[in-house]
């Protein structure tokens, strides 16, 4: 297998809790997970996409649109442990994990991360955010915010709004976006790390990394993006693309 520089490895499971097979819900006769497919091939600094599949159902969708699939366990947790199952197989330096309900994922926050790794060679991870001024998407706690440092690596991310407003004035806020950037022997490390207080309570998997003190890279993008977690979101993510297939093309 030739080697690569970058790889995007799209997760895919089809019974998700909120949202049973949202990734097979067509939008302009299109099934949503072809639209993040699409997104990601657009990315310039992405040499190859490939979508880690729990289901042949999703397998016979991404080959009938002319996708890479790879199907694999049925016993993964999580994104980012499916992933590293399809990474194990891969020759290259980074591999993005962009989520299969991110259809508004703009091709250039894709690049973004991969560039992050690529200038800090201390950051095993890297991640996207915008800075964003909505109260309704601040106490949202699908919403996950975020705070980073003076050199813009990760201090905490919470679906709680942070940071706190103590004077009550309001204000912006970073809001987290749903792609990460790894090392691929950070990520083939990352699933044997034991899940930590933090992540178990915030239920977010990237603070297992700060909890070990490793680096996340924030990138500030001016693209943002809703992640289908319900029928609500999708109905609202519907509208928003079939708008821009009426329109310009989202990526």
């Not at 199907?71 to 290259?92: K, M, N, P, Q, W």
């Amino acid at each position: 297998m030739p080697k690569f520089e970058a790889v995007c490895v799209i997760p895919a499971r089809l019974e998700s809790t909120r949202f049973p097979r949202k990734l097979l819900q067509a939008i302009n006769g299109k099934p949503l997970l072809q639209f993040v497919y699409e997104n990601a091939k657009c990315a310039k600094r992405i040499d190859q996409v490939i979508i880690a599949c729990d289901h042949e159902l999703l397998r016979k969708s991404v080959e009938s649109f002319g996708g890479k699939a790879v199907l694999t366990a049925t016993y993964h947790t999580s994104g980012t442990e499916r992933i590293a199952e399809v990474a194990r197989t891969l020759d290259c330096e980074i591999i993005v994990n962009l989520q299969g309900d991110e259809p508004l994922m703009h091709s250039d926050v894709i690049d973004q991360v991969v560039v992050a790794l690529q200038r800090d060679p201390a950051s095993v991870m890297s991640t996207a955010c915008i800075l964003k001024n909505d109260p309704e998407e601040l106490a949202n706690p699908n919403v996950v915010k975020l705070t980073k440092d003076r050199n813009g690596c990760a201090l905490y991310f919470s679906r709680s709004p942070i940071p706190h407003d103590r004077e009550g004035r309001g204000g912006s806020f970073f809001k987290h976006l749903g792609i990460y950037g790894y090392r691929r022997n950070f990520l083939l490390q990352f699933p044997t790390l034991a899940p930590s207080k933090l992540e178990q309570r915030e239920k977010l998997e990237q603070l297992r990394a700060l909890e070990n003190g490793y680096r996340i890279k924030v990138v500030e993008t001016v693209h943002d993006s809703t992640g289908v977690d319900t029928e609500a979101d999708f109905k609202l993510v519907k509208e928003k693309l079939m708008a821009a297939v009426s329109g310009v093309s989202h990526a």
